[in-house]
């Protein structure tokens, strides 16, 4: 009896790579990986039809789909984590002296309010210091990917025919989250940001994850054991990445693979899979999205992650 097959997408990196070359698998069905470029296509897609059957996923996309109804529920398998201090760019002529500065000024956000990047780089302003966030116009150069999402009354659209990346370099912008731009006039907000990432990291555990999997409900329902023989694939191929980084086989190493050989050399885990290893981080997550008006009620780590993964 020939196994199911599932659609699945995922941007090929290196804790994944083993899975997408078919050196791990699953054994109670065969993925069939489709490439979505860029990734963040795929995110719409998955939200607004339900389109593949697995999908790689940003983690606040899928909090808000979650609040929206969306048939998808989440595997615990933090595919990217990123450190956001650098994500805030500044005009250096603009008079910003201190993030406080931001309140009462015009900030870029590219693309949604509810991209992970901007909940992350947001909830540093606030708790690292201690931005009012609702004193901030938060200026948009894209829309949600979740449609039926509204935006609190601080977050506006960019003006028709003007770009995100031109108004940071004019001033009419006096910051921008997420935008690469380079010109003499424009520098991180925060200095040393990788450093201060790493030291936020050693203090007080703060790795921020940016994208999971999730799976289409009807088939959890279908498929008892499903998200369970999913989520061991992506670690067994999670674990195979750990082992050859820490054994210096990879080579070229790209800016993720840095990343995680930083937080080895911390003491810490680079790619914690699991609902209790990554418990702190989305705790904090879900008080930002509820804060930043993400979403209306908190909901518990659990309900975000199918059952039989929970353990």
Not at 59 to 79: E, M, Q, S
Not at 128 to 148: F, I, M, R
Request: neutral net charge; hydrophobic residues 40%; contains cysteine.
């Amino acid at each position: 009896m020939s196994l199911p097959t599932f659609t699945a997408v995922t941007r090929t990196q290196g804790n994944n790579r083993a899975l997408k070359e078919g050196i791990v698998k699953p054994s109670t069905c065969q993925l069939q990986f489709v490439e979505v470029d860029p990734l963040i296509a795929a995110f719409r897609r998955m939200v607004r039809a339900s389109e593949f059957d697995i999908c790689e996923l940003a983690i606040t996309t899928y909090i808000c789909a979650k609040a929206h109804g969306k048939k998808l529920t989440a595997i615990p398998v933090p595919l990217v984590r990123q450190f956001h201090h650098g994500a805030i760019l500044v005009n250096a002529k603009a008079g910003i002296t201190s993030p406080k500065d931001l309140e009462g000024k015009r900030v870029g956000v590219n693309r949604g309010y509810t991209v992970t990047t901007g909940v992350w780089a947001r909830a540093i302003l606030q708790d690292q210091y201690g931005v009012d966030l609702s004193k901030v116009t938060w200026v948009l150069s894209g829309d949600e990917h979740v449609a039926e999402y509204v935006a609190p009354k601080n977050v506006v659209p960019i003006e028709a025919g003007k770009k995100m990346e031109d108004m940071l370099v004019s001033g009419e912008l006096v910051a921008a989250i997420g935008v690469d731009v380079k010109h003499p006039d424009v520098v991180p907000l925060i200095p040393n940001a990788a450093e201060v990432g790493y030291a936020a990291y050693q203090r007080d555990g703060h790795y921020p994850i940016n994208h999971l999997v999730v799976i289409k409900d009807e088939l959890i329902e279908k498929h008892p054991g499903l998200a369970k023989d999913v989520y061991e694939a992506f670690k067994a191929s999670r674990d195979l990445y750990v082992e050859q980084l820490k054994a210096g086989k990879i080579e070229n190493l790209d800016a993720a693979d840095k990343v995680h050989q930083k937080v080895i050399a911390m003491g810490g885990d680079p790619l914690p899979y699991g609902v209790e290893a990554n418990r702190k981080t989305i705790e904090t997550l879900i008080g930002h999205a509820l804060t930043q008006g993400i979403i209306k009620e908190r909901v518990k780590v659990e309900d975000l992650f199918a059952r039989e993964t929970w353990g």
